[in-house]
T-cell receptor, first 114, second 118 residues
Framework: ETGVTQTPRHLVMGMTNKKSLKCEQHLGHNAMYWYKQSAKKPLELMFVYNFKEQTENNSVPSRFSPECPNSSHLFLHLHTLQPEDSALYLC?????????????FGPGTRLTVL | AQTVTQSQPEMSVQEAETVTLSCTYDTSESDYYLFWYKQPPSRQMILVIRQEAYKQQNATENRFSVNFQKAAKSFSLKISDSQLGDAAMYFCAYRSGDTLAGSYQLTFGKGTKLSVIP
């Protein structure tokens, strides 16, 4: 596969469940991102990883826990979520600073919390 | 903090016509990058066009061009000869050029939903 892939594409979970979102980039990039996209709101940056090190955490609740085992993989572990966490979760990657700052996005995981 | 404003939640255009999507931003920086991203329904977000703030010449990519007005902090996207496949959400985004700050954050606007009428 090429580009940025995300699994699963759709996820329905209860508030007491624990699940994980997976992102993989096949572009050789050094930076990876998690965004939350809710209806009628701008994309919200959640986490940034650069060479496996977390460089940004935009005041995200602890029920979201990222993991970056290597430069190609990024996970978002979910536990005890709230209904308002239902959204499209997008993963992106980039080659910074040499890559012109373009971010390449995955197709997203549509999350529904019941 | 930087902010990006897209004042048109929805727009429509007749096929083969031209449409302009507006974007304004607020920043105190002189070095930065601006982007337009396209997100078709149920498909991946892709980059449409990029503009470096230090370049005076407006960026163009085939039917897509921008009108970059640095003093006015305006960055509009013009789509010429609109096609049905142009129907999508369009997001304007800002990125600081300060690499020393170590931040790769993109700040996005709320988006404009473009419909193309056959």
């Amino acid at each position: 596969e090429t580009g940025v892939t995300q699994t699963p594409r759709h996820l329905v979970m209860g508030m007491t469940n624990k699940k994980s979102l997976k992102c993989e980039q096949h572009l050789g990039h050094n930076a990876m991102y998690w965004y939350k996209q809710s209806a009628k709101k701008p994309l919200e940056l959640m986490f940034v990883y650069n060479f496996k090190e977390q460089t940004e955490n935009n005041s995200v609740p602890s029920r979201f826990s990222p993991e970056c085992p290597n430069s190609s993989h990024l996970f978002l572990h979910l536990h005890t979520l709230q209904p308002e966490d239902s959204a499209l979760y997008l993963c992106a990657s980039s080659q910074d600073p040499s890559g012109g700052y373009e971010q390449f996005f995955g197709p997203g995981t549509r999350l529904t919390v019941l | 903090a930087q902010t990006v404003t897209q004042s048109q939640p929805e727009m429509s255009v007749q096929e083969a016509e031209t449409v302009t999507l507006s974007c304004t931003y607020d920043t105190s920086e002189s070095d930065y990058y601006l982007f337009w991203y396209k997100q078709p329904p149920s498909r991946q977000m892709i980059l449409v066009i990029r503009q470096e703030a230090y370049k005076q010449q407006n960026a163009t990519e085939n039917r897509f061009s921008v009108n970059f007005q640095k003093a006015a902090k305006s960055f509009s996207l013009k789509i010429s000869d609109s096609q049905l496949g142009d129907a999508a959400m369009y997001f304007c985004a800002y990125r600081s050029g300060d690499t020393l700050a170590g931040s790769y954050q993109l700040t996005f606007g709320k988006g404009t939903k473009l419909s193309v009428i056959p």
